[in-house]
Antibody, heavy 123, light 107 residues
Framework: EVRLVQSEAEVRKPGESLKISCEGS????????IGWVRQLSGKGLEWMGI????????IYSPSFQGHVTFSADKSINTAYLQWTSLKVSDTAIYYC????????????????WGRGTMVTVAS | ELAQEPSVSVAPGQTARITCSGD??????ASWYQQKPGQAPVLLIF???ERSSGTPERFSGSNSGTTVTLTISGVQAEDEANYYC????????????FGGGTKLTVL
């Protein structure tokens, strides 16, 4: 059974950079769209965008465009979420999740989720 | 934008209905997720009405134009959780959007 394994919790200062990862347990994810979802403490889910691991084609939410960067390394079944200059307001749990596709049909829904990476930004 | 009621309360064994409203819903499929405290969300329903693998039959989805509804028949204590709807807008490529979430309390 495929899993998405996310990197461990991180603590950074404002202005610092950070890259977190999401690794698929097998190479089936190389033909998957992997999305990123933010959850602020005690709040709801926010879609940040999505990246196709096969060719790193990415779509960003307008709310996050320009502040984060998605990347992927299909040779190791891994997607990344990166910041170059963190803000205190980036403190949140970040989930990666796989878009559900059946055959050639994709349903714009996430059927497989990682456990989340807690990012804390504080001075 | 997808609008959900912040909270719904129901007694065990009764039926809970959680709604999600949005202008794009007549033309875009919706999904539903369950999230329990300290856990990642779990997909329950996709394509408005299709149960995901492992979703109990008591969970069902429906679409009536600008509103989609998650119905939980015979609510159990373990169903107490936050529920989120999710859909896309009409942009190309589409932006995905989540509703604000509904806290289901089992009395």
């Amino acid at each position: 059974e495929v899993r998405l394994v996310q990197s461990e919790a991180e603590v950074r200062k404002p202005g610092e950079s950070l890259k977190i990862s999401c690794e698929g347990s097998d190479n089936s994810v190389t033909t998957s769209w992997i999305g990123w979802v933010r959850q602020l403490s005690g709040k709801g889910l926010e879609w940040m965008g999505i990246i196709y691991l096969g060719d790193s084609d990415a779509i960003y939410s307008p709310s996050f465009q320009g502040h984060v960067t998605f990347s992927a390394d299909k040779s190791i079944n891994t997607a990344y979420l990166q910041w170059t200059s963190l803000k205190v307001s980036d403190t949140a749990i970040y989930y990666c999740a796989r878009e559900y596709c059946h055959g050639t049909n994709c349903y714009h829904a996430f059927d497989l989720w990682g456990r989340g990476t807690m990012v804390t930004v504080a001075s | 934008e997808l609008a959900q009621e912040p909270s719904v309360s129901v007694a065990p064994g009764q039926t809970a209905r959680i709604t999600c409203s949005g202008d794009a819903l007549p033309n875009q499929f919706a999904s539903w997720y369950q999230q329990k405290p300290g856990q990642a969300p779990v997909l329950l329903i996709f394509g408005d009405t299709e149960r995901s693998s492992g979703t109990p039959e008591r969970f069902s989805g429906s679409n009536s134009g600008t509103t989609v509804t998650l119905t939980i028949s015979g609510v159990q204590a373990e169903d107490e959780a936050n529920y989120y709807c999710q859909s896309t807008d009409s942009s190309i490529p589409p932006n995905w959007v989540f509703g604000g979430g509904t806290k289901l309390t089992v009395l």
